[in-house]
């Protein structure tokens, strides 16, 4: 083999990452632009967040199409809460997202409802799923959409 790239991680071997929040996002890279602004407010900085991307966000958690789907989803942030001792959760998803089937709505307002109950969904699922196993990170959700994101309650 030959070494084609010279680099330093930003971790030594052995050493636990801390690791401040888990974002949960669609795989869409459209909505890079309201996500960066979004974790500068929320001062998540690039590298202090893990962020595993799937189809779709929070829908294999809310409304997936087959259990297994949920489980891996769940799975993915149940590790990353552990391995990395992580205080929050953030979940997102996004306007007019294919996963869903690119949903049409009559307006934007029917649209963010839509979402926002997804994600309401989501984080019940997911707050029962990590209690069960005795871990209670915050969790917190947010909708991209085309003017920026939403915070959602
Ligand atoms: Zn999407």
Redesign the pocket.
């Known amino acids: 083999m030959r070494r084609i790239v010279q680099e330093r991680p930003t971790r030594r071997r052995g050493e636990h990452v801390r690791v401040k929040a888990v974002v949960l996002l669609?795989?869409?890279p459209g909505f890079k632009a309201p996500l960066k602004a979004l974790m500068r407010l929320l001062e998540v900085r690039s590298g202090e967040g893990d962020m595993p991307s799937v189809?779709?966000?929070v829908r294999d958690i809310a409304s997936p199409s087959n259990d297994g789907d949920r489980a891996y989803v769940l799975g993915q942030i149940e590790k990353a809460v552990r391995l990395h001792h992580v205080g929050q959760v953030i979940l997102t998803?996004?306007a007019d997202?294919?996963?869903?089937g690119y949903l049409q709505f009559q307006n934007e307002d029917d649209e963010r409802q839509f979402y926002a109950e997804d994600l309401r969904k989501a984080e019940k699922v997911l707050r029962d799923h990590l209690r069960g196993i005795g871990l209670k990170p915050a969790i917190s959700k947010y909708f991209l959409d085309f003017h920026g994101a939403l915070e959602i309650r």
Not at 97 to 100: F, H, I, R, T, V
């Open positions: 669609c795989s869409d189809a779709g966000g998803n996004h997202c294919g996963a869903y």
